[in-house]
């Protein structure tokens, strides 16, 4: 497969370099080609004083062959902790924990109230349309207990009359990838269904450096292993597939009321990779597999007038998850955890806002959040059934005064069924200090919380109906400007964060021979975001390069848990003090090239930071490369493209023990009407 992958590959890019088409043949004569224009509107009031990254529509469309793990990944200063292709990844933002970033899709909350956290590898990048971060205190406009950020995903309707668009990818490892667009209109209605498929077997050989190696030491006194000299292996029980369904319908009854209903359908079914340290050729013959089905459905209405506009929303989810582990033992096999829990949530959303005079703005949301969550293990006959009632209030008030400074301030209240969250508050403010570069000063302060999820409170064993609200107080710094060019922009911003978060909840373990939750840590948050895009159109050419660079130290400042307890003044686990990514496309006439680029330093697997003692996670540099070309034949848009992952064979984890792929292939085939 990997031979025949590399000739296709070598056939391709010499094609796209040396053919031409004649495209006289098949266009009108009279045809006139339009170069793109940049339009730049007045700063929304909205964002007034928030820190935010918007992922550029050009930046989507590249990466339409990956889930939400390669996006923001490969593009924002989010640690993305990944146990594998194909398996669960989570997000790390600004230092805080998985459950510290709440996610939002087109208003409804897909956090779990069991983990309080979202595998971002069961969202394809090809169904979100627009992807929004928000950074400290702008999250509060999104929910409660954004300890670190929020994550806002949207879909927006399209107005073509007609519009087909179909990928089918073919990759290394039997790796499968098949997506079908299709968008219409029948009078004042709109519709778009997606579809998106993936399969894959996913055995990659690696480099296995737990493997038959003896241990060097390094002028530091660090344990390594030869790369070079390590043994190939095998990713083993690493298949998986993955089927999504997207229907859109928008109506416009007319230029003030316009409604939506957009439903999500998926079915994901993959096996747990085994870790590198497992050598046994019976793991060949194990069962770990985890199963997840859902559907989430939107209904909204919109009403907007010259001073006021009302959204109400309405919404359904429901997630079910089933989890098997069966070890293979001499007389057959044991089944040793079986496990299913299902969610379901009903959410409803009343916004409004109001303009009374020019430049002031004044919002209200109501939002309902009620989660019911059955949970069981079935060999050990454990598991909960609750249900959460959220009742959440939010005001925002916003003004710029004299056309240069803008205040808000924002608070929210949540009310819940089994613990007490109190009072957020958030002031933001900027200040537009050189309009020729539209140089803004910011800041905001927030005061937010974070309540337990289930699993703290309820799980068995081990969940602690005592716990505490997670407290934490944010303050963020920064300079953002941008600047028209002919044909083009160029934007930038620096921001500087601090977080103090106290009652951090841990999982440790106890006496009673099973870990349960506390409210151990304080935890200090603080460090620098970069970023910079940069887009110009000269001639024939066109070039959009897009840039971060990230600072965080997220550090346990809290009372040591047991005698001899180290992680006091320690990097927390799995957080890199240093990211970057760099996303660069260029394209001439019919040809473009994009390259990724991202990187993540050191991270600690301990808690006391000792890489003496057991393995750290070394940092890696990773460059993803593609070539293309794109053809008109008719009314029928063609893209062929080349993309090679991993391009220079890196050998790198993103979780310790957890393989990764070296360098492999992917043939892109678009086809749009």
Not at 640 to 651: A, M, P, R, T, Y
Request: aromatic fraction near 14%.
């Amino acid at each position: 497969m990997k031979l025949i992958l590399k000739i296709s590959f070598s056939i391709i890019i010499s094609f796209l370099l040396f053919t031409e088409v004649n495209g006289q043949i098949y266009n009108l004569k009279d045809t006139v080609k339009l170069h793109e224009v940049t339009i730049f509107g007045k700063r929304k009031i909205e964002q007034i004083g928030v820190t935010r990254t918007k992922v550029d529509s050009t930046v989507l469309k590249s990466s339409i062959c990956n889930t939400l793990t390669e996006v923001l990944s490969q593009n924002t200063t989010i640690y993305i902790k990944s146990y594998g292709r194909g398996s669960m990844s989570t997000a790390s933002f600004r230092g805080t924990a998985p459950s510290h970033t709440q996610v939002s899709w087109n208003g409804m909350k897909l956090n779990s109230p069991m983990l309080g956290m979202v595998d971002f590898s069961l969202i394809p990048s090809y169904f979100i349309d627009d992807l929004t971060l928000l950074h400290g205190a702008g999250s509060v406009d999104v929910s409660d207990g954004a300890l670190g950020g929020a994550i806002v995903l949207t879909n927006k309707k399209i107005k073509e009359k007609y519009k087909l668009h179909f990928i089918q990818g073919i990759a290394s490892y039997n790796t499968y990838d098949s997506y079908l667009k299709f968008n219409y209109s029948l009078g004042k209605w709109y519709f778009s269904s997606r579809l998106y498929h993936v399969q894959s077997k996913n055995d990659f050989s690696y480099r296995n450096l737990d493997k038959s190696l003896e241990w060097q030491i390094d002028s530091k006194g660090r344990k390594y292993k030869t790369v070079e000299d390590a043994p190939k292996d095998y990713n083993k029980n690493g298949e998986f597939q993955n089927s999504h369904y997207l229907q859109e319908v928008y109506y416009k009854l007319d230029n003030f009321n316009k409604f939506s209903f957009i439903s999500w359908l998926y079915h994901s079914d993959r096996s747990l990779p085994t870790l590198t340290v497992n050598w046994s050729d019976l793991d060949k013959l194990n069962t770990n597999k985890q199963e997840d089905l859902g559907i989430r459905s939107v209904f909204s209405w919109k009403h907007t007038k010259e001073k006021y506009d009302i959204l109400g929303r309405l919404g359904y989810s429901y997630n079910e998850l089933n989890y098997l582990l069966k070890n293979k033992v001499t007389n057959g096999t044991n089944i040793a955890i079986n496990s299913r829990s299902k969610v379901k949530n009903i959410y409803s959303e009343i916004n409004s806002s109001y303009y009374p005079i020019k430049d002031f703005k004044i919002t209200g949301k109501i939002n309902y959040n009620l989660f019911n969550v059955d949970s069981y293990e079935s060999k050990k006959r454990t598991g909960y059934i609750k249900y959460r009632s959220e009742l959440s209030t939010y005001l925002a008030i916003r003004y710029k005064a004299f056309g240069f400074w803008g205040l808000s301030y924002n608070v929210r209240k949540t009310f819940n069924n089994d613990i007490t969250s109190p009072l957020i508050n958030a002031f933001l403010t900027d200040f537009l200090i050189w309009k020729k570069y539209n140089l803004i000063l910011k800041s905001s302060i927030v005061k937010n919380y974070h309540i337990p999820t289930l699993n703290d409170l309820y799980f068995i064993p081990g969940g602690n109906p005592n716990l505490k609200t997670e407290d934490g107080k944010t303050v963020d710094v920064g300079l953002e400007f941008s600047k028209p060019l002919e044909k083009g922009l160029i934007s930038g911003s620096a921001t500087y964060y601090y977080s103090d978060i106290k009652n951090w909840i841990v999982w440790i373990p106890t006496f009673k021979g099973f870990w349960e939750p506390k409210n151990v840590r304080k935890v200090i948050a603080k460090g620098i975001e970069l970023k910079m895009t940069f887009q110009k159109e000269i001639g024939d050419w066109k070039i959009y390069s897009s840039g971060t660079w990230g600072q965080t130290i997220s550090t346990n400042h809290g009372d040591p848990t047991s005698w001899g307890d180290e992680s006091v003044g320690k990097q927390l686990i799995y957080v890199p003090k240093y990211s970057s990514s760099l996303m660069t496309r260029i394209q001439y006439k019919k040809y473009f090239i994009s390259h990724k680029y991202y990187h993540y330093s050191r991270r600690f697997t301990t808690s006391s930071n000792d890489i003496t003692e057991r393995d750290d996670v070394l940092p890696f540099i990773m460059n993803n490369l593609t070539i293309g070309r794109s053809f008109k034949i008719k009314k029928i848009n063609l893209d062929v493209s080349c993309i090679i992952n991993n391009l220079f064979d890196e050998q790198y984890q993103s979780v310790l023990k957890r393989p990764m792929p070296l360098r492999n292939y992917n043939l892109l085939i678009s086809i749009q009407l």
